[in-house]
């Protein structure tokens, strides 16, 4: 079980960083643990971080949502933000395996381009993903381990594979030589953010297409298509 970094062990102290719901972990023994008890508290956490919000959320909460009792959950997390930091990273990585391959050779240069910024919005696979990163914005001065993780396991590997597909496109002729593609990938992953804030769209359908209808023509080279 990943464990929190040493971001968040500054965070954890007597209590765990959200209130009075921290206990010592059991000692680990007896019968061999149930994956479907975590899988239950990982998606009650999850759950309750975007309806409660971190600070608000408690570990009573998750276990009456998860069906589980106090100790099951302590024999497996020491405290609340240990529970919160797997919940993350669980979620992230099954969003992350969600996507099939991007298939560079089989598509046009703007279709790929089209593709790896579509990929880009925080709420695929997690409808409830602006409420999270809005929830740990709010506690990055109190518990600022959260935003970290949230920014090394989610932000970076979508905006990575955003910029590992302009310089593909760039070795292949179709992105100009001096594009600031890393000024590209901000444009473009903030774009799904102020969307959000404008207008509070759920989805937004054709939001990548409409990014890379107004990007591309200023980092094309010619008539690449």
């Known amino acids: 079980m990943t464990r929190a970094n040493a971001a968040g062990r500054g965070d954890r102290k007597s209590k765990d960083a959200g209130g009075a719901d921290a206990q010592p972990a059991t ?17 009650a956490t999850r759950r309750r971080l975007a309806t409660d919000g971190y600070a608000s959320m408690t570990i009573g909460d998750i276990v ?4 589980v009792t106090r100790p099951t959950l302590y024999r497996r997390w020491a ?47 997690n409808e409830r993903a602006m409420a999270l990163h809005g929830n740990f914005m709010a506690e990055v001065e109190r518990v600022p381990g959260l935003l970290e993780q949230l920014r090394e396991h989610g932000v970076r590997p979508r905006c990575e594979k955003l910029l590992l597909t302009l310089v593909s496109l760039q070795r292949r002729g179709a992105v100009r030589e001096d594009a600031d593609l890393d000024m590209v ?27 890379v209808a107004t990007i591309w023509p200023a980092i094309a080279v010619g008539s690449a298509g």
């Open 27 to 43: 000692a680990s023994g007896g019968r061999p643990r149930d994956p479907a008890i975590e899988e239950a508290i990982i998606r």
């Open 64 to 67: 009456a949502d998860a069906g």
């Open 79 to 125: 405290n609340k933000y240990e529970l919160v930091i797997d919940a993350l990273q669980d979620g992230l990585r099954k969003q992350r395996e969600a996507y099939p391959p991007l298939d560079m050779d089989g598509l046009a240069p703007r279709e790929a381009f089209t593709e790896a910024v579509r990929r880009l919005d925080p709420r695929y696979h």
């Open 185 to 211: 990938v901000t444009l473009c992953f903030g774009s799904y953010f102020a969307d959000y804030l404008r207008t509070g769209r759920d989805v937004p359908d054709g939001l990548a297409e409409q990014v």
